[in-house]
């Protein structure tokens, strides 16, 4: 019987996540963070809204992100949003999520589906001038939106402390390349 000894790579396909640093600023790739994407039923809004508020999860509106003790999210559309949760913790988000749902939300693994980087120091703004149309400079903390960013559809997440961005981890390599050349080209 053949011995499988199979070792977990991040998206951009190393044992551990990458870190680049660029004058200023810092792209980090993150694999500790839980997704899951969490949709209202018909009819069953106010029974969502009651089972998150319970659960202390956080359902932003429009173009927002919002950030709890445990749980945050990001909308992505009416009835609609992102969870996000501590990886370690919640490994199995959608059976951490099922319980407090029940049948009233569809909730959906989306953790290996995309990659994240954490993009943080000065002036990011010259960062993303030179990716996609978004502006940044006015773009507030808890401010979410989606984006184009070298013709991948992507959700770009204002934090306190820089950006986030979300993209298919089909296109991990593709879209860390364009943040670090973004990045060369501005500093």
């Not at 949760?85 to 988000?93: C, K, L, N, T, V």
């Not at 589906?113 to 993009?119: E, G, L, P």
């Amino acid at each position: 019987m053949p011995d499988h000894r199979l070792a977990p790579l991040t998206a951009l396909g190393h044992p551990d996540p990458k870190v680049v640093t660029i004058g200023p600023v810092t792209l980090a790739e993150r694999t500790n963070v839980a997704l899951a994407s969490l949709a209202a039923r018909r009819g069953r809004e106010g029974d969502v809204a009651l089972a998150a508020q319970a659960l202390g999860l956080p359902l932003p509106g429009p173009g927002g992100h919002a950030a709890g003790p445990v749980w945050s999210a990001f909308w992505l559309g009416p009835d609609q949003w992102m969870v996000e949760a501590p990886f370690e913790m919640h490994e199995d988000i959608v059976a951490a999520l099922r319980p407090a749902f029940g049948d009233s939300a569809s909730i959906t693994e989306q953790t290996d589906a995309w990659v994240r980087f954490d993009v943080t120091g000065t002036d990011l703004a010259a960062v993303f001038e030179r990716l996609c149309g978004l502006d940044v400079r006015s773009m507030q903390p808890g401010d979410a939106t989606r984006t184009m960013i070298e013709h991948l559809g992507t959700y770009v997440i204002r934090g306190t402390g820089g950006m986030t961005v979300l993209g298919p981890r089909s296109a991990a390599g593709s879209l860390h390349h364009a943040l670090v050349t973004a990045a060369q080209s501005a500093f």
